[in-house]
């Protein structure tokens, strides 16, 4: 058996159809109520799992006028990160209504916790797994803090080198339960398609003993279908209701319809991966009857030689199989055959 982890009840790894993780982040735009009606569509496009991410702008930076806490370049440029995590935050008072609401539509719900009072928060609403950010993978205290939950991890891998993703692993598995998930990520916003890099899911799951999936930031849905295909087990991509509606995050975000497609475009992909066969399925064999066979295509007279003037390989498959061919032309016919005749052994003198 594979390798398994279990959120919620659901079992998540190869032998299990995709698990979809709808990312909220904040395209909520400051409103409870949109808020509320993203975990209404979400809920809809059949995902399974809603994430927030929990943190404050004091909890995750500096209210600071030095230059390294501005952006530069990318869909946030010259914002400082105060006033961007100010914005993009999903308020701590919002959280019991979010994980209600989520809980009424039958959608497991976690979070992404940034330091650890955003740990015990989520601890105290009883999230059934944490996400650790990519930014904070190299966090090892905070890493730790989580694992000490004794809950399933999902750490996203962005920026992360072999050595650090190592760190994070065995830290988790020191303190923890040990059922942890990578997934790969390009910490781009958006990300290029061309460094998707999907081949990096599978592989991150044999390096590391873990269950393997991939956080994407790439516009459309190709490279999350390309994951699955390849073998990856869970999938975050980002949601909002409207790109038109604006958000920190909408740019590179689905909207409901699209995340719908998605969700069901990555399970079929999982259902298509099946399994090596070479023989004839049941659904196929009524299709054998349209196979090519070896048919009397001009009559014959009892006596008379078959030849390739008068038997020919054509569809459908009720005669002899087109190999018997070589077999049959120079023999004689056992008896008038007419044509539109499948050929059959006592139609050929021995």
């Not at 998540?12 to 698990?19: K, T």
């Not at 404050?56 to 914002?79: C, K, Q, V």
């Not at 070479?278 to 070896?294: A, D």
Request: aromatic share 8%; net charge negative.
């Amino acid at each position: 058996m594979s390798l398994e982890v279990v959120i919620d009840g659901r079992k998540i790894g190869a032998d299990h159809e995709p698990y979809i993780i709808c990312e909220l982040s904040g395209n909520h735009n400051g409103s409870l109520d949109r808020a509320l009606k993203m975990i209404d569509a979400a809920a809809e496009t059949g995902c399974d799992a809603i994430k927030l991410q929990t943190y404050t702008a004091d909890t995750i930076t500096l209210d600071s006028d030095r230059p390294e806490f501005y952006l530069h370049g990318g869909p946030w440029d010259g914002r400082s990160l105060y006033e961007l995590y100010e914005e993009a935050h999903t308020p701590w008072d919002w959280h019991p209504a979010l994980f209600e609401r989520a809980k009424k539509h039958g959608v497991t719900m976690f979070s992404s916790p940034f330091d650890e009072t955003a740990v015990d928060l989520l601890a105290g609403l009883e999230a059934p797994a944490y996400k650790i950010a990519s930014f904070e993978l190299v966090d090892l205290p905070l890493v730790a803090y989580v694992a000490q939950q004794g809950k399933p991890m999902i750490m996203s891998t962005g920026m992360a080198n072999a050595r650090e993703i190592d760190a994070a692993v065995q830290t988790a598995r020191k303190f923890g339960t040990g059922e942890i998930i990578l997934l790969h990520c390009v910490s781009e916003y958006p990300a290029n398609i061309a460094d998707a890099n999907v081949r990096t899911v599978p592989d991150l799951g044999r390096k590391f003993g873990c269950v393997s999936g991939l956080s994407d930031h790439t516009f459309g849905t190709a490279a999350s279908v390309a994951s699955v295909a390849v073998g990856g087990c869970v999938i975050e991509k980002h949601f909002t209701l409207a790109r038109a509606d604006g958000g920190p995050d909408s740019g590179f975000s689905l909207e409901p319809a699209e995340f719908a497609a998605l969700v069901r475009d990555c399970k079929d992909a999982w259902r298509a991966l099946g399994r090596v066969h070479y023989e004839t399925l049941g659904t196929e064999q009524g299709s054998k009857t349209f196979r090519r066979s070896l048919y009397v295509v001009k009559d014959v007279k009892a006596g008379e030689a078959l030849t390739k003037d008068n038997i020919r390989s054509i569809r459908p498959g009720l005669g002899l199989p087109p190999s018997r061919l070589w077999d049959v032309v120079g023999k004689a016919a056992s008896r008038d055959l007419m044509r539109g005749e499948p050929l059959a052994d006592d139609m050929i003198s021995l």
